[in-house]
């Protein structure tokens, strides 16, 4: 069975720290996305990519960056965590052309951050 | 930039009866996709349907249907016999091949017994 994993399910930081979210593919998937889910709001764009090394913004970038130096790994990092980055974060995958084309995207199952 | 609409933010069903999730998109463009998704409380986003957008006949996986109207720019969510299993957060989104996708921001649906 196919899978994107995301290494923690729940995660408690403080305010001012560095935080690392770690996102793992198996599906040789050449497109990775980190959203951010809110109620209210639905998922939003952080950042995404179209292959190794390469990265591009989605719609709310600020705060963030990513990393993405093998095809089955994508990192999302908070430079310096605050309260209002406390929320939901999902990863996905899909095969290229970008966003899947028919076949959409596979999920992880999230990663609930709290900064305190 | 393309928005996707749902504006019922909560819906309730009988279990066993039928219950039907609205969306609205806007695009201009003519060739694109439409999906919604499931995410129970497990947190694991599930595709339940999709419909391209060229295609006139509506989807239909199992007790999961849509009725898609393109002029209109409506894509709902009808969910038949309704189970316990079904009670989730669903959204809807927009995807245009090449591009990335638009989400709704949801609608939770409780399965009454």
């Known amino acids: 069975d196919v899978k994107v994993t995301q290494s923690s399910r729940y995660l408690v930081k403080r305010t001012g720290e560095k935080v690392f979210l770690e996102c793992v593919q198996d599906m040789d998937h050449e497109n990775m996305f980190w959203y951010r889910q809110d109620p209210g709001l639905g998922l939003r764009l952080i950042y995404f990519?179209?292959?190794?090394?390469?990265?591009e913004k989605g719609d709310i970038p600020e705060g963030y960056s990513v990393s993405r130096e093998k095809k089955e790994r994508f990192s999302l990092i908070l430079e310096s965590a605050s309260t209002n980055q406390t929320s939901m974060y999902l990863c996905?995958?899909?095969?290229?052309?970008?966003?899947?084309?028919?076949?959409?995207?596979?999920f992880g199952s999230g990663t609930r951050l709290t900064v305190v | 930039a393309q928005t996707v609409t749902q504006s019922q933010p909560e819906m309730s069903v009988q279990e066993a009866e039928t219950v039907t999730l609205s969306c609205t998109y806007d695009?201009?463009?003519?060739?694109?996709?439409l999906f919604w998704y499931k995410q129970p409380p497990s947190r694991q986003m599930i595709l339940v349907i999709r419909?391209?957008?060229?295609?006139?006949q509506n989807a239909t996986e199992n007790r999961f249907s849509v009725n898609f109207q393109k002029a209109a720019k409506s894509f709902s969510l009808k969910i038949s016999d309704s189970q316990l299993g079904d009670a989730a957060m669903y959204f809807c989104?927009?995807?245009?091949?090449?591009?990335?996708?638009?989400f709704g921001t949801g609608t939770s649906l409780t399965v009454i017994p």
């Open positions: 695009t201009s463009e003519s060739d694109y996709y």
């Open positions: 990519s179209y292959d190794v090394k390469m990265k």
């Open positions: 419909q391209e957008a060229y295609k006139q």
């Open positions: 996905a995958s899909s095969l290229a052309p970008a966003g899947g084309g028919f076949y959409g995207y596979t």
């Open positions: 989104a927009y995807l245009r091949a090449g591009n990335q996708f638009y």
